[in-house]
């Protein structure tokens, strides 16, 4: 089974992790894998890491309905004896599945989120159109992904196969330490850490008016954003308008999030709406106490066991719950050790690639392959 993965781009965020993540399975089982990106940058991390994998990534550029870059993909399927296309995003979900009818392949289309920001009224009529009545299946990654999308999609089913991350060994608390003087120059100091594009749906200025809020009890309590975006200078004149310049770090983008992760005491989500959180499972599986605001599919993924719930935009709440945690380090060494056990049950990526690969024989039933 040749799978072909297409994607908008392979700049940083959780579809393009997931097509790295199960780009990197399938070549380990030996399955034929490429990846086209409509993004012309050939240096990205991501792009890097599957060349470095033996995956082929094909560039083709152009603009949504450039008639060449159709034609380019559709040779591409032909040529390469594609026999599955799975697509990622708004823009593959419409090229891709142009292509693919063309060139007679199968095609899955996906759902990574529940916003469709930002929103052309063409491009979404399109899309929505071609997932409904041209893609052979649709599927989601998350169950709240699935129910924002369905009213759109009418009757057609949704087949929803949540995300799921790679669980590491954990450092040593020595390393920990090392880790945490490498990023804020104190191991001491209680850190909170926050990985996602800076941009509004993440909710970052909602988080920094919590911290504010922590730092009154806990003046030694440090903040560390991952990640970088639009919203950079106005997080940066928030932190000042906050007096918390020696209190929380910009960290930018980083290609070593599960290394620093486990220096971190308590990951924290804000984020104002949100599809199936790669960043919460990561920081699980880093064995993290998680708070989370109660949007997408956060209320699936976390128990009362492995962390807390807050309702979005309301930084009180988010402050108390950071709080209760630090105030009680068994609760978070417990919470701790069973995200990360519901990771390794639930959420690990070998089962995760069973169930795409069984997906994916859906559309091919001649083929059944033979799952590892």
Sequence with gaps: MHILEVIDGLTAGGAEKMVLTLSRLLAERQIPVSVVSFDPDWDTPYAVELRKLGVPVHHLTGKLFNLCRIERLTRLIKESRVEVVHTYLSYANIVGTIASKIAGVPVITSLRSISMEPYHPVRARIETWLMRYASDMVMANGYSVAQAHQVRLGGKKIHVIQNAVSVYPQPSQDERNAIKKELIGDAERPLLMSVGRLSP???????????????????????????????????????????????????????????????????????????????????????????????????????????????????????????KLLEDKALRLQYGQMSRKRIETDYNVDNWCRRMLELYAQVTPQLRPTYA
Excluded at 279 to 285: D, R
């Design 201 to 323: 749906p993440k909710g970052f200025d909602t988080l920094l008016e919590a911290f504010s809020e922590v730092c009154v009890r806990y003046p030694q309590a440090a903040l560390a954003l991952v990640g970088d975006g639009e919203l950079h200078s106005f997080l940066v004149e928030t932190i000042a308008r906050l007096n918390l310049q020696n209190s929380v770090f910009l960290l930018g983008e980083r290609n070593d999030i599960m290394r620093i992760l486990p220096a971190a005491d308590i990951y924290v989500s804000s984020s104002h709406w949100e599809g199936m959180s790669v960043a919460i499972l990561e920081a699980m599986s880093a064995g993290l106490p998680v708070i989370a605001t109660k949007v997408g599919d956060a209320q699936w993924v976390l128990s009362d066991q492995t962390g807390l719930l807050v309702a979005p935009r309301i930084s009180q709440e988010l402050s108390a719950a950071v709080i």
